[in-house]
């Protein structure tokens, strides 16, 4: 069998609607290929591809730092921060680092695939809490904690996408950041902030992350570059206490391996110097923004009344809600037949079924005529199952 030389998830001759992956396009531009020569070139260049510093490339942390303190004013240091290999690193490792077999974590319903299938694999028991159109429902959550504590139960964190959330595109209000973060000083669990969308805003500026709104207390907030640079570099941050970081750079794992893609985080650290980054997040803003215009146009053109879906402020989700009558995973078979994918509701809930008349399109990697034309196909196929 040979393996599919295509991106992950992609299928030769579809429209996808399925990846939550950058524009092609935007991947490898000329000033990230500048930067990648940049750094081969350099007499020293044989030091990248050396083991680095356990914590990570000290140039790269500094940068981010003086970033993140300059636009949440904060006062962050060199040791509130590590670089990862990705948010999957980041989650995977205070997961296992973090928590032990029959732990409680609670989750916002839906929520990212991929970090439920982590807490799975470690064998972490979820509870999950509705959300609205302005994230975690704060009632909800109040009302689980007071049952879990009778019960002589303590959660051991809250994971939860605040900004332009996976799968739903939505942003959790600030008066709800606050209530949550007193919860957490509370009931003594602590925030996973999974934040890779974070400069992918379109209209206005973000509410207070929970990092900045506890002063770093009970709070781990991951960043990432795979949004909004390439996610093949596998280069992200995590913001943590001094003593959180330590853990996560005492673990055997980053012992072992020494600090996350050397090599990367040296080109990384070279565009970002340059400013190249901040230039290309201002293009991505843009360019994603149009992307979402196309997609809610089409989806207010094609889709039958009773259809609902969620409007982003940013990032690179739009989430469907059907009428009960129609289920996602007949809709998604029947898209494939067309030429769309596109991902169904079931595996954001930690209960499969809370999910089957959901449905999440991305928006992020698709042409402007592909979203249209696939959204009209998906329009069209909710019809006919509607009017057999």
Known sequence: MIANDLPQGMTRNTISLLLGHPDPATVFTPELHEAMQSVLNQPQAYKALQY???QGTPGLISYLVDKVNREQDLALQPANMMLVAGSTHAIDMIARLFTKPGDIAIVEAPSYVDALHVFRDQQIELCSIP???????VTELATLLAQLKSEGKTPRFLYSVPNFHNPTGITLSEERRVQIIALAQQYSFFIIEDDVYRYLGFERSLPTSFYA??????VMSIGSFSKTLAPGLRIGWLTGSPEAIQQCVNAGTTQMGGGANPLAAQMVMEYCLKGYWEWHIQRLQALYQQRRDTALA??????????IWTTPLGGFFIWIT???TIFAQEVKRLALHQGVTLSSGEGFFINFTDGQHNLRI???????SDLEAGIKILGQIIRNLQHP
């Open 52 to 54: 680095g510093p356990e």
């Open 131 to 137: 959300m609205d159109e302005h994230g975690l429902i």
């Open 213 to 218: 709104l506890a002063q770093g207390e009970r």
């Open 298 to 307: 089409a989806l207010s053109q094609f889709m039958p009344a009773d259809v």
């Open 322 to 324: 059907l009428p009960k």
């Open 362 to 368: 991305a928006y992020s990697f698709a042409s402007l």
